[in-house]
């Protein structure tokens, strides 16, 4: 299978997407059981790998307890020595916090069991542990794309892809948040039983077993307002916002700002971290997300009303910038009836 950053990027060749040669002894599975750790990425690899794994809970204090969300407390069978013997070693979502370091045990155990062989996966945040344990480092690492900008703060030499639902780069695996746990998941059922197998488990957990897009369709659709002075940039950015429907240039904004398009340029580049047709762009694509949401708009009417031309052009932006198509983004994101407006054509 070839890259594809836009829903998962991974490094395996097509013939392992439907594997038709089964393990004969089921496969050691061993899950972290991290300090506050998140109770569903927690029960998606138990829920998943129930069945053909040999599954076992580990943790840095085997029979103390761990604390979860909600006041529940969680033990673990094993220590985190459990991983000298997995084949794959799970890492769910750990805890958020600045001032969070992993044990050094958790990771040197980490590192023993990917240099013995062991597939390491993380889920959500799971890859500030990896990341921490030294493993993704100068690897292309998936996490929740409200954590992208700070494992790139705190571990520079991953090559952090915020778009991907996983990565799959060998024998490191890494996914976004919650639901995508379950899509990298069902991809290791894929690669150890086949396609037949993960698409049985999907059954089972009654989702998909493979999703179209990737998870920039999950960010808000509102681009965030740029935060600058009334004497700089935010009267000619309202401007714009109220006129997205109508063909802008760089000239016109730089006109309405009073400055060379040159100027305009630069002055935009430092306030806003990005060109002015970039920024158009972003506006456009988020008010047609918005009109797909909300409305029940033709996808023409819905690509003229937000500046994107025609449907054909609107389909290539959301094909470009969120890996999935406006009709497949409709249907996953369209409002009940009831709950907004719904506009009709004139």
């Given at each position: 299978m070839g890259k594809d950053t836009h829903a998962v990027s991974t490094g395996r060749s097509a013939k392992n997407s439907g594997r038709s040669e089964v393990p004969q002894a089921p496969i050691r599975v061993v899950v972290t059981l991290l300090e506050e750790t998140s109770l569903f990425e927690l029960s998606v690899p138990c829920a998943v790998f129930a069945e053909g794994y040999e599954l076992t809970l580990c943790s840095t204090t085997p029979g103390g307890i761990q604390r979860a969300p909600g006041g529940l407390h969680l033990t673990a069978e094993r220590g985190v020595d459990a991983m000298r013997e997995a084949d794959l070693v799970v890492v769910p979502a750990c805890v958020m916090d600045s001032a969070y370091e992993p044990p050094e045990e958790l990771l040197d155990e980490l590192r023993g069991a990917h240099a013995r062989g062991a597939r390491v996966a993380s889920l959500c945040s799971g890859a500030f542990v990896l990341a921490a344990a030294g493993l993704l480092d100068g690897r292309e690492a998936a996490t929740h794309w409200m954590y992208a900008d700070e494992l790139r703060r705190r571990h520079p030499r991953v090559r952090v892809n915020e778009r991907a639902l996983y990565v799959d780069d060998g024998s490191i695996l890494t996914?976004?948040?919650?639901?995508?746990?379950?899509?990298?998941?069902?991809?290791?059922?894929?690669h150890d039983y086949g396609s037949a197998a993960a698409a049985e488990v999907g059954r089972r957990m009654v989702v998909a077993p493979h999703r179209e897009g990737d998870q920039s369709q999950y960010a808000p659709a509102r681009a965030p307002r740029v935060r600058t002075s009334e004497q700089g940039l935010a009267p000619v950015l309202d401007w714009a916002l109220d006129?997205?429907?109508?063909?802008?240039?760089?000239?016109?904004?730089?006109?309405?700002?009073?400055?060379?398009?040159r100027t305009f340029e630069r002055y935009f580049a430092r306030e806003v971290g990005t060109t002015p047709l970039r920024w158009l762009n972003q506006q456009r694509l988020a008010r047609a997300r918005e009109l797909l949401e909300t409305t029940d708009l033709p996808v023409d009417t819905v690509a003229q009303r937000s500046g994107l031309g025609s449907g054909d052009g609107l389909r290539q932006h959301f094909h470009r910038a969120l890996g999935t198509t406006p009709a497949a983004y409709r249907r996953a994101f369209r409002m009940p009836r009831g709950s907004a407006t719904s506009t009709r054509p004139t």
């Open positions: 996914s976004a948040g919650t639901a995508a746990a379950i899509d990298l998941c069902l991809h290791i059922v894929r006129r997205l429907q109508q063909p802008l240039s760089v000239g016109e904004l730089a006109s309405r700002a009073g400055m060379s398009t």
